[in-house]
Nanobody, 121 residues
Framework: QVQLVESGGGVVQAGGSLRLSCAASVRTFSSYDMGWFRQAPGKEREFVAAIRWSGGTPDYAQSVKGRFTISRSNAKNTVYLQMNSLKPEDTAVYYC??????????????WGQGTQVTVSS
């Protein structure tokens, strides 16, 4: 079982920056694809960014490309989401997710509890 705990959320003004962290309590963290999703009030959860267990180019939603950066530290069992040039529409609960990479599973099996990000204008 993989347990994920997000942190780093908060309130920031438009144009500001915030870095989210997701700590994973699993021994083989380096074997998992990691992703970030978000859910705004009244909307469905949407994909934000993902980074593969084996490396390569990270994936980003078009709405955040160029502003957000996903990275990971296998030594720290942690995935990060650096968010720059934040906009009010980025306001949402951000969730960390994981899936076992070597099986090429498309869905994410494990989810964190989420961390609130509020961008004020």
């Amino acid at each position: 079982q993989v347990q994920l705990v997000e942190s780093g959320g908060g309130v920031v003004q438009a144009g500001g920056s915030l870095r989210l962290s997701c700590a994973a309590s699993v021994r083989t963290f380096s074997s998992y694809d990691m992703g970030w999703f978000r859910q705004a009030p009244g909307k469905e959860r949407e994909f934000v960014a993902a980074i593969r267990w084996s490396g390569g180019t990270p994936d980003y939603a078009q709405s955040v490309k160029g502003r957000f950066t996903i990275s990971r530290s296998n030594a720290k069992n942690t995935v990060y989401l650096q968010m720059n040039s934040l906009k009010p529409e980025d306001t949402a609960v951000y969730y960390c997710a994981a899936r076992y990479g070597p099986t090429l599973t498309r869905s994410y099996d494990y989810w964190g509890q989420g961390t609130q990000v509020t961008v004020s204008s």
